[in-house]
């Protein structure tokens, strides 16, 4: 069965996948580029092309969500799976069911410092950045290298339905907030052992523990992408340098790059789900 690390893009995904690649896949708990890849992408193309080579069409692809994670899950192990895809349902297909899933790790971010993380990864402008987390009609490929991230058609809707759809109902979850790890890693690491000890089994330490707070701080991880690369960069729009995946970190503060104005704005589209987060 599946255990999801679910998030909208740029919300921290990769920093709760090197903890717990770290984690499970590593005996002292020092992480290196090469775990994450024991966490896979879904939805990704390699698992839908026994039923279908339409990869960009949702009429398609809807029908082979639960035939393709059935046929996953056929060895009946228990595997991580990163998602950006909004846990939807269109018409009787569902994007996952109980029998596929055994829990939920979702990562949540305020909002309104996604805007100069989406600016950065995706080569865009504020307002492009602003209207698509606001958007319900959100779906990769809308910005451009996005496609090249997931390379089969997904859907991720606005960032407050995206929350609601994999938070709202779902009994199994834990909800890891960005900002929550920058403050306090050990707090937030001992949530997910405490969560993952209820689905599964692992050996860990308190010295393991420490290793994985010193090699998954964002500040080593940048040193790391710099010296040897990170392989889920992308390219800018001129397709000949690479973005810095680890840009900001904590320095990206929204009040240096958003004016009242975009602040209302989210505020007015999004801003109930913040209130409930604490955000606002």
């Keep these: 069965m599946i255990i ?23 005996n002292d708990g020092n992480f290196d580029f090469d775990l994450l890849k024991k966490i896979r992408q879904f939805p990704n193309k390699k698992y839908f092309e026994n039923f279908t080579n339409d990869f960009h069409n ?33 018409g009787e297909h569902a994007f ?4 596929n899933t055994l829990g939920t790790i979702y990562v949540v971010r305020d909002p309104r410092n996604l805007i100069n993380s989406f600016t950065n990864h995706y080569s865009i402008d504020k307002n492009t950045a602003k209207n698509f987390i606001t958007s319900r009609q959100s779906v990769t490929g809308a910005l451009g290298k996005m496609k090249k991230d997931n390379n089969i058609f997904t859907i991720l809707g606005s960032w ?10 779902n009994q199994n979850l834990l909800l890891i907030k960005y ?5 306090n890693p050990l707090n937030e690491i001992n949530k997910i052992i405490k969560f993952l000890a209820n689905l599964i089994d692992f050996s860990y330490n308190e010295k393991k523990i420490n290793n994985i707070i010193n090699s998954t701080s964002f500040d080593v991880m940048k040193k790391k992408e710099t010296e040897v ?36 704005f989210i505020r007015d589209k999004l801003g109930l789900e913040m209130k409930e987060l604490g955000y606002i």
């Design 160 to 169: 407050n339905d995206h929350l609601k759809s994999w938070t709202n109902m």
């Design 58 to 90: 949702i009429n398609e692809i809807k029908k082979y969500w639960i035939e393709s994670q059935n046929f996953i899950n056929l060895d009946k192990e228990v595997k991580f799976f990163k998602t950006h895809h909004i846990n939807c349902k269109i």
């Design 96 to 99: 996952t069911n109980k029998n």
């Design 229 to 264: 690369g990170f392989h889920e960069s992308v390219m800018d729009n001129t397709g000949e340098n690479k973005v810095n995946f680890f840009n900001l970190g904590k320095e990206n503060k929204w009040e240096k790059y958003l004016n009242s104005e975009d602040q209302e």
């Design 179 to 183: 900002e929550d790890l920058i403050k």
């Design 4 to 26: 999801w690390i679910a998030s909208y893009p740029k919300s921290g995904n990769t920093w709760v996948r090197s903890i717990i690649s770290s984690l499970i896949y590593s």
